[in-house]
């Protein structure tokens, strides 16, 4: 990585964000196409002096985590229909002197699943969880993929109806929810084709439990986890050994960065040099 | 140069600054020195919204540049003496949620001295010019050497006239000026120790000019010259050619560079590969 003059940055906001992977990963596609950026983080307390200063300081793009993604909101020029009905931006675009929101971590989910060959056209899929990651997904596929249901189930009973209540009318295939119990979950996994994980059961340090098991899954069936630490997550080896084809966290994690490239470049992304890094700094 | 999620930012703020060198010279030294440092360049308009920035990425050190060493200065908690007095800021420290301003060009062209194995204490000094870059070198030399003497050569004779007042008041040593003509540039070369160019007569693409011949020039003299656009300047080759001690600008440029360094990390700085760094980039 070579800075000069005429070097371009690009950032993740966020606190804490000491062990974000996303320099390496950003920095490494940068260099593996040879563009004149870079790619820094900053553990951010003040974000109106921060997005005052990607405009000042003419940021190519930013990165937004935890704890800013819907607080940043205010601060851009434009925020796209879906991060606006996600509630929340997780990457924004610096052009022509505006910053532009979106939101990248339900196409993550969408292109992990594109990428590995099939899509999410037709499928009946169950949602679990209904915080910012479920949301996310949830009005991603709303507006991306023609599925043939949704079903959302919950922990958090107002969360998950007002979830299933706005997805309702974005969405143009039908969206019901229910509480999250284990008859519920047994029994809506059932009837699905497909499961995406968006809670933090069995994130690491807690990563003996799921909220399913082999016997609640079909081999015709996809599972996917937005937990990446660690890798292989409890319910992925539940799904793995019942027979379904699963995508990691690891996965979604990658493409939504893949995407956050492709925007701030205009390029295709360098898709294997990211999985490499990404995969080497969770060894 | 590897940026992870703990690195911390350095840059240099102006307009343009598409041909620093700083970013090759600063990132160099990080990278010797095994710093998690980084620097880049960032052209700013909305100065503010800069130091904003700044403050808000907690970004560890700013270089300054033109045309905001005056400005700048409003947007920062303290400025130390030297700095106020020169009236500009190229150098600011962010620490403990402060911003502290200072100004490393007279300290360059002191050091770059220095470093030679000689100093200027007792010398009569002669400063050409009266603009940003005198105003440094002569404040830095009335704070930090014990000259005999100090006249100041320039053409604007209201700034020149400011400068020697000011001056005056602040150094131990004596100070007066006249206004720069062929007469006065031969009269005062001659009855100086050594000479401080700080116009940029001689810069390119103007490389033919100089203020002073090798025959108003002794052998026991010193001739700096600011310029390092040739590194070899006119004056230069004149003084050379006179037997004179030479210090380049790019000397200056370096130790500035140099200091900035050692303040904003706290060691010694790796001279040697900062000083391969530049000649490199002007080769």
């Known amino acids: 990585?070579?800075?000069?003059?005429?070097?371009?940055?690009?950032?993740?906001?966020?606190?804490?964000?000491?062990?974000?992977?996303?320099?390496?990963?950003?920095?490494?596609a940068f260099e593996a196409e040879g563009l004149n950026l870079c790619y820094a983080a900053f553990r951010v307390e003040d974000l109106a002096g921060a997005l005052a200063g990607a405009r000042a300081l003419n940021l190519l793009g930013l990165s937004v985590t935890i704890p800013h993604k819907v607080a940043v909101m205010q601060y851009l020029d434009e925020v796209d229909e879906t991060a606006s009905r996600i509630g929340s931006v997780n990457t924004v675009i610096h052009r022509d002197g505006k910053l532009y929101g979106t939101n990248s971590d339900g196409m993550g989910a969408l292109r992990a699943r594109r990428?590995?060959?099939?899509?999410?056209?037709?499928?009946?899929?169950?949602?679990?969880?209904?915080?910012?990651?479920a949301r996310a997904v949830a009005f991603t596929l709303g507006k991306e993929a023609a599925l043939k249901e949704?079903?959302?189930?919950?922990?958090?009973?107002?969360?998950?109806?007002?979830?299933?209540?706005?997805?309702?009318?974005?969405?143009?295939?039908?969206?019901?929810?229910?509480p999250m119990n284990p008859e519920t979950l047994k029994r809506n996994a059932a009837a699905s084709d497909?499961?995406?994980?968006?809670?933090?059961?069995g994130m690491h340090p807690n990563t003996g439990e799921s909220l399913l098991a082999r016997g609640d899954l079909r081999?015709?069936?996809?599972?996917?986890d937005i937990v990446y630490t660690p890798r292989r997550t409890r319910l992925l080896q539940e799904a793995e050994a019942a027979?379904?084809?699963?995508v990691q966290g690891v996965e979604m994690f990658l493409y939504q960065?893949?995407?956050?490239?492709?925007?701030?470049?205009?390029?295709k992304a360098p898709v294997e040099v990211m999985r490499r890094v990404v995969m080497a700094c969770l060894a």
């Open 1 to 28: 990585l070579k800075i000069d003059g005429k070097t371009r940055l690009c950032a993740v906001l966020g606190n804490p964000v000491e062990h974000s992977l996303s320099p390496a990963l950003h920095n490494a």
């Open 115 to 133: 990428e590995s060959g099939a899509g999410l056209e037709g499928a009946r899929v169950l949602v679990l969880g209904s915080g910012g990651a």
């Open 150 to 178: 949704m079903v959302l189930l919950g922990v958090l009973e107002h969360e998950c109806a007002a979830l299933c209540e706005s997805l309702s009318r974005a969405a143009a295939f039908p969206v019901r929810w229910e």
């Open 194 to 201: 497909g499961v995406i994980h968006c809670t933090p059961v």
């Open 219 to 224: 081999p015709e069936q996809f599972v996917f």
């Open 243 to 246: 027979g379904c084809r699963t």
């Open 257 to 267: 960065a893949v995407f956050q490239f492709e925007l701030w470049t205009g390029r």
